[in-house]
């Protein structure tokens, strides 16, 4: 047999040749109507002053402690609910590797009190460990939170200092690593 092809048995049990036509195009065409819902249903209300979009540096939207910091500003802790209703801080606070696997086993119930609108879950996530200790490294990073109990000959003007945290080294002028964002 010449060109391509395939065999197969039939319905009495016969091997069958069947060539192997070209498939034409016309079957892959499907239309796909483009267009946007007359009410759109957002999951997340929209914040005047939403946490920074994830990988968009070049438009100015860092995420980093400093951001968290300034973000976590806006709103007093009775309102720690409307600041965990958006995206993209979930999204960071899941990302972030410095807690390990701890902060995303523990955001399963934050997800669910941004979820149901329940306060009183979010309050408990708010009153947790992980939190807590993410609260002290955003104050540490803003320069408002706890010292850093370094002598004072560790934090001289040495031209560079070793991050404690994942070791990248880091010029001597900044107070936060330039490659994790934690406090120095």
């Not at 990073?141 to 370094?150: A, R, Y």
Request: charged share 15%; proline share 5%.
């Amino acid at each position: 047999m010449s060109g391509c092809g395939s065999s197969d048995k039939d319905q009495y049990g016969n091997e069958v040749q069947k060539l192997a036509r070209p498939l034409p195009v016309e079957y892959l065409l499907v239309d796909l109507p483009t267009s946007s819902p007359l009410v759109p249903l957002y999951t997340f209300p929209a914040h005047e002053y939403p946490f920074p979009v994830e990988n968009r540096l070049i438009d100015g939207h860092l995420q980093d402690f400093g951001s968290l910091h300034n973000y976590m500003q806006r709103f007093r802790s009775k309102d720690f609910l409307t600041a965990m209703s958006d995206f993209h801080l979930l999204f960071y606070l899941y990302g972030l590797d410095c807690f390990g696997t701890k902060m995303k086993t523990q955001m399963t119930s934050l997800l669910d009190a941004v979820r149901t609108q329940d306060n009183k879950l979010a309050e408990q996530f708010m009153l947790g460990d992980t939190w807590s200790t993410l609260e002290h490294l955003i104050g540490a990073h803003s320069g408002h939170g706890h010292d850093n109990h370094l002598p004072s000959s560790a934090v001289g003007n040495d031209a560079t200092w070793t991050c404690n945290h994942c070791t990248y080294i880091n010029s001597g002028d900044t107070q936060a690593c330039e490659m994790c964002s934690l406090p120095h």
